[in-house]
């Protein structure tokens, strides 16, 4: 257990609808990063937060996928009108600063039929 | 852009070494190199700074040459639990700004 935790850790939806993952991060740490992964590819980057500002957001990400921290703590990763190329197992992390170690939370599975 | 890593698999038996690469056609400021296991998710291994590092811990080391903007994972004497995928993770700077990219990941099975 890293200390970061993610819910739901699954997920099943109907194409079309709109899920919400949360992330909450090791609590001192200002960096949070979204990641995207599929069977036998790497992590993804989606996007990352320093504290409560989101800093850069993968110019492959689709506009339906929206992201927040609001507080600088805890993030939310919001797919709106799922498809099924969205099925993919999505990683949360988090880091004290730019060039720390990044832990990984257990990640949520997304399956959209 | 992301990172290309060789060789996309490898086999050994217990106690043989491999070296994994990684390669970035872009100014680096660090590597990360992580291990995945099978439904698990990725654990941290070594960051590399720039400035020409090398870091070791146990029988697993890493080298990071910034001006060929590359980067090797050591393993020696590899042991059982070694199996699993490992990735580059590269912090660099392209037309677009600063980003953080996995490399495609090198599946190393060991075996007994």
């Known amino acids: 257990d890293t200390g970061v935790s993610q819910n739901p850790r699954h997920k099943i939806t109907k194409r079309g609808q709109n899920v919400t993952f949360r992330c909450d991060p090791i609590?001192?740490?200002?960096?949070l990063y979204w990641y995207r992964q599929t069977l036998g590819q790497g992590p993804e980057f989606l996007t990352y937060f320093q504290n409560e500002a989101q800093l850069e957001k993968s110019r492959l990400l689709s506009d339906r996928f929206s992201a927040e921290r609001p507080k600088g703590s805890f993030s939310t990763l919001e797919i709106q009108r799922t498809e099924q190329g969205d099925s993919a197992m999505y990683l949360c992390a988090s880091s004290l600063a730019a060039t720390d170690t990044q832990y990984f939370g257990p990640g949520t599975r997304l399956t959209v039929l | 852009q992301q990172p290309v890593q060789s060789p996309q698999a490898v086999i050994l038996r217990e106690g043989e070494d491999a070296v994994i690469n990684c390669s970035s056609s872009k100014a680096l400021y660090s590597v990360h190199w992580y291990r995945q296991k099978h439904g698990e998710a990725p654990v941290f291994l070594m960051i590399?700074?720039?400035?020409?590092e090398q870091k070791g811990h146990d029988k697993i080391s890493a080298s990071f040459n910034e001006k060929k903007q590359q980067s090797s994972l050591y393993l020696t004497a590899s042991q059982l639990s070694y199996s699993g995928t490992y990735f580059c993770?590269?912090?660099?700077?392209?037309?677009?700004?600063?980003?953080?990219?996995f490399g495609p990941g090198t599946r190393l099975s060991v075996l007994p």
């Open positions: 590399l700074l720039k400035g020409g």
């Open positions: 993770g590269t912090e660099g700077r392209d037309n677009y700004g600063q980003n953080f990219v």
């Open positions: 609590s001192e740490h200002n960096r």
